[in-house]
T-cell receptor, first 115, second 116 residues
């Protein structure tokens, strides 16, 4: 079974600064997908970024980038130039490939962006 | 594109009654839909996976007779909480996956169920 660990229950960052959210996972699979989802107060799950395990290049989406270390089973999210609208819960998630493509979520990190 | 809706967004019911929650993929066909439960300040826990035209697969510890799932078409899945009790009060979220080769799920906005 896969497990996803987010060791930071809460983080705070000032507007325009950079913050990194940590995520580690455990799996015996060789190919899989990793995701970061954002859940703002509206509780709508929003995909922030995704990484395919077979790709060595770290994914980037505008101000969001990941540091994917496959050997260490680490998948951190860096948010640059933080904005007030980034305030939300952030969930790291793991998905196996193939027919049983279930998402396994971490416990989440609550990020507060302050003025 | 890739919009998933849920109805209702909020529901309050009396203990012992049944409640049905609908999940629809609006602009794509979803071969697989998923139902999650989220308690306050906690993560999403997968309850079951449903494939169109077949029986749902429930996660360990989820009562299939309590949480009835029907995936009658490629755009609609329903979750019925039968004989609801206060401990069933929670936030229920569905997601939809366009196909087995499409490794991404699109989430609905969720349904807050309160059982009095």
């Amino acid at each position: 079974a896969q497990t996803v660990t987010q060791s930071q229950p809460e983080m705070s960052v000032q507007e325009a600064e950079t913050v990194t959210l940590s995520c580690t996972y455990d799996t015996s699979e060789s190919n899989y997908y990793l995701f970061w989802y954002k859940q703002p107060p509206s509780r709508q799950m929003i995909l922030v970024i995704r990484q395919e395990a077979y790709k060595q290049q770290n994914a980037t989406e505008n101000r969001f980038s990941v540091n994917f270390q496959k050997a260490a089973k680490s998948f951190s999210l860096k948010i640059s130039d933080s904005q007030l609208g980034d305030t939300a819960m952030y969930f790291c998630a793991f998905m196996t490939t193939g027919t049983a493509s279930k998402l396994t979520f971490g416990t989440g990190t609550r990020l507060q962006v302050t003025l | 594109g890739a919009v998933v809706s849920q109805h209702p967004s909020r529901v309050i019911c009396k203990s012992g009654t049944s409640v049905k929650i609908e999940c629809r993929s609006l602009d794509f066909q979803a071969t697989t839909m998923f139902w999650y439960r989220q308690f306050p300040k906690q993560s999403l826990m997968l309850m079951a996976t449903s494939n169109e035209g077949s029986k749902a697969t429930y996660e360990q510890g989820v009562e299939k007779d309590k949480f009835l799932i029907n995936h009658a078409s490629l755009t609609l899945s329903t979750l019925t909480v039968t004989s609801a009790h206060p401990e069933d009060s929670s936030f229920y979220i569905c997601s939809a996956q366009p196909g087995l080769s499409y490794n991404e799920q699109f989430f609905g906005p969720g349904t807050r169920l309160t059982v009095l």
